[in-house]
């Protein structure tokens, strides 16, 4: 899309799709897609956001998959935001078995950081972080932090939406608006 305010001249909002593939005597097939999770390089709502996938990207370790966002605006705003999500397939599904996101003010430093483990079914939350500002956004450090218990719902990739995060309905905790 031509875009003729602040931002790119031209927003790249087409959706992204995930394939996932399978190696098989040189022949790869799929075996699995995830239609709706990526958020496209721009938003027409946002034109001053950066790609989200620019900094964080995919990543495949050691069975885990994870998928790492960061957004940030060089307009509009101070609000900057960085998740993370990890996935180990089963059965040919992507299950999340993690949530790592930090929220924060870039005016300030100061934010929330979130973590939730899946697999153990706890959350934590660390309110009032003071980022590191000088060169390193990642090195948060801590003031306080609650833990709290997250139900034993499961949560695929290949099910998972952005839709679902719209605050008009119940969320999941995956969302991380809370």
Known sequence: K???GLGAEVLNTNPR???FLRETNGNFEVIGSADHFLPSENDADAPCEAEPLGEGGMSLSNGVFTL???YWASCGGYGSAKSSYKFRL???RYRLIGVDGLVFSRASGEGDETSINYLTGRKSIAADVQVIQVDDYDKPVERRKV???VGNEKYYLDS???DQCDGRRSEPSWCLND
């Open 2 to 4: 031509k875009n003729d």
């Open 17 to 19: 799709k995930l394939l």
């Open 68 to 70: 790492s966002f960061s």
């Open 90 to 92: 089963e059965e040919n």
């Open 147 to 149: 833990w709290s218990r």
């Open 160 to 162: 998972m939406s952005w």
